[in-house]
């Protein structure tokens, strides 16, 4: 077996953090189910800026786009949505095998209606219609006003992926967000069985950011690059504390599955670090961890992979609190430090989808 099928053995789901029409046509993306261990793939405007600008595939699709005058906003939306309908069906088989739980594909709402909840819920039912495929993922932001619209698109029977999930208290606050909408969707007499639900918190962004105040006040000895890992593994343990409530038994009872952590900005970004980090790191039963081609390239190359039980996440939650208790006394505001990666997520993201209009723009002219 290869270092990210142990990976998968190990209870992590391995998704692809890209898509485009090159891997579509070429069957590169269905190939890699196999040669990879793929089981799901995510999407983002910056994934769709980058595929729509450096590929001729598209070339057709908006050639018949601006014929029948398309603007630039219904080319995107065309666009994303054929490449992604299309990658739904790519992995509708290991949406079959896996009962629901794997074979997710997902693509996220307008990055301009982060802080519109009518909006996003609006939006949210559009796209789920349009892709029309059962094993669809639509991404949420966790801002405060994405939190309704996570409860609203669920109780719906929409399968939600909740992304840019900095803080530990916006999990919390996300986590209530998904059973309120589960238990809407029991309520209405849906079938809970097949609806799905990450939480997806960001992971290599938190130590760029918490690095750059420790190096800017010369107390970055031994503290760089322990923040994103306690994070991510202090979330685990408030997912696990929540498997044992009332709560979701009552709704596991009805047929529910638990939504599951994905561990999104993997690729490191300080090449002072291992490559692998994000992932050897992270690994525990029942998470996702969605990766760039160039981490699953180096995690299958020479990631640290293990048979029987393996675990880095079990017996390091006092470590993690420990970290973060050093990094406060070293003055790192960790409220601070989320709300700013928050803000500039959702500025990230509108740029890129700004980007994209503008590409696609520029080819219907």
Known sequence: MTALHLLSAAGVSVWLDDLSRDRLASGSLADDIHALSLAGVTTNPSIFQAAVAG???????????????ATAEEAVRELTTADVR?????????YQRTHGVDGRVSIEVDPRLAHDSIGTIEQARE??????????????PATVEGLPAITTALAEGISVNVTLIFSLARYRAVVDAFLSGVEGAVAAGRDVSRLGSVASFFVSRVDTEVDRRLRATGQDSGLCGIAA???ARLAY?????????????????KGARPQRPLWASTSVKDPAYPDTMYVD??????????????TLRAFQDHGEAHERGWNTIEGTYHEAQSAFGHLEKA???????????????????IASWEDLLATVGKALA
């Open 127 to 140: 796209l789920w219609d349009e892709v029309g495929r059962d094993n669809l993922m639509i991404k949420i």
């Open 55 to 69: 590929s001729s595939q598209y070339d057709a699709m908006l050639s018949a786009l601006a014929a029948r005058g």
């Open 86 to 94: 299309d990658a739904c069906d790519v992995f509708h088989h290991v």
């Open 281 to 294: 790191e992270l690994v525990a039963p029942g998470v996702v961890n969605t990766m760039p081609e160039a």
């Open 229 to 231: 890992i306690a994070n």
């Open 237 to 253: 343990e408030q997912h696990e504390h929540i498997l044992t409530t009332q709560r979701w038994a009552a709704l596991a009872e």
């Open 331 to 349: 003055g790192i505001d960790m409220d601070d430090v989320t709300a700013q990666l928050e803000r500039e997520g959702v500025e990230k993201f």
